[in-house]
């Protein structure tokens, strides 16, 4: 469905690509339904995957769920403007190489982000016209300890920092276009998938509109 979507006649309309943001908590499930939206085939969605100081969990592999890199090599892309956006959580740094993303654009692709709201200001204040944000909330504070406590990928303390660092997360959910709650994880999935659908359809995304409604015009009954 990126870049291009035909028309009647067998031709296309062209469409510059955009960037779908998903943030929320750790737990509450922005990685879940990147990863859906990312594998079903049909949106054509391209999954950005960032790069990382932190260690690697037992059960992430390098290059699928982060680029895993030490902190010199981190430090090098920020120093010469690579990066599209960057952050640090938890005392680890994140960050997304910045000309895959652009060159991804220009060509009318689609692609999707898994980051928190200071990597989306960044993105948004670099590509305005691209960028649509959606806040994932969980539905209560206490459902969020389950998850993380049933991930048993943290320790204690660390499940902790996750908590409070959430509270200061979610503050910033009136940054965002779009706001679901994660009640229900199928039901979360389709309301993104609306939201995607209704973003690829506006005027201003679509660059090839114009010819094609000239030609419509053109055109005799």
């Known amino acids: 469905m990126s870049g291009y979507e035909r028309d009647p006649g067998g031709g296309s309309i062209a469409r510059r690509g955009m960037i779908l943001i998903l943030s929320s908590p750790s737990g509450a499930g922005k990685t879940t339904l990147t990863r859906q939206i990312a594998q079903d085939g049909g949106w054509g969605m391209e999954l950005s995957i960032s790069m990382t100081t932190r260690a690697r969990r037992p059960s992430e592999i390098h290059g699928r769920h982060y680029n895993f890199v030490d902190r010199e090599t981190f430090e090098d892309l920020k120093r010469h403007d690579d990066l599209l956006e960057w952050?640090?959580?938890?005392?680890?740094?994140?960050?997304?190489?910045?000309?895959?993303?652009?060159?991804?654009?220009?060509?009318?692709?689609?692609?999707?982000?898994?980051?928190?709201?200071?990597?989306?200001?960044?993105?948004?204040?670099?590509?305005?016209?691209?960028v649509v944000s959606?806040?994932?909330l969980p539905p209560s504070m206490a459902e969020l300890r389950h998850r993380l406590e049933r991930r048993a990928e943290d320790d204690p303390?660390?499940?902790?920092?996750?908590?409070?660092?959430?509270?200061?997360?979610?503050?910033?959910?009136?940054?965002?276009?779009?706001?679901?709650?994660?009640?229900?994880?199928?039901?979360?999935?389709?309301?993104?998938?609306?939201?995607?659908?209704?973003?690829?359809?506006?005027?201003?995304?679509?660059?090839?509109?114009?010819?094609?409604?000239?030609?419509?015009l053109a055109e005799t009954a």
């Open 87 to 130: 952050a640090e959580v938890h005392g680890n740094f994140y960050g997304t190489p910045r000309r895959p993303v652009e060159r991804a654009l220009a060509e009318g692709r689609d692609m999707i982000f898994d980051i928190d709201y200071q990597g989306t200001r960044q993105v948004r204040s670099r590509l305005p016209d691209d």
């Open 157 to 216: 303390a660390t499940i902790e920092k996750r908590l409070a660092n959430a509270r200061v997360e979610i503050a910033r959910w009136g940054e965002y276009d779009y706001v679901l709650v994660n009640d229900d994880l199928q039901n979360a999935f389709e309301t993104l998938k609306g939201i995607l659908v209704a973003e690829r359809t506006k005027r201003t995304r679509r660059s090839g509109m114009a010819a094609f409604v000239d030609g419509l």
């Open 134 to 136: 959606v806040f994932i």
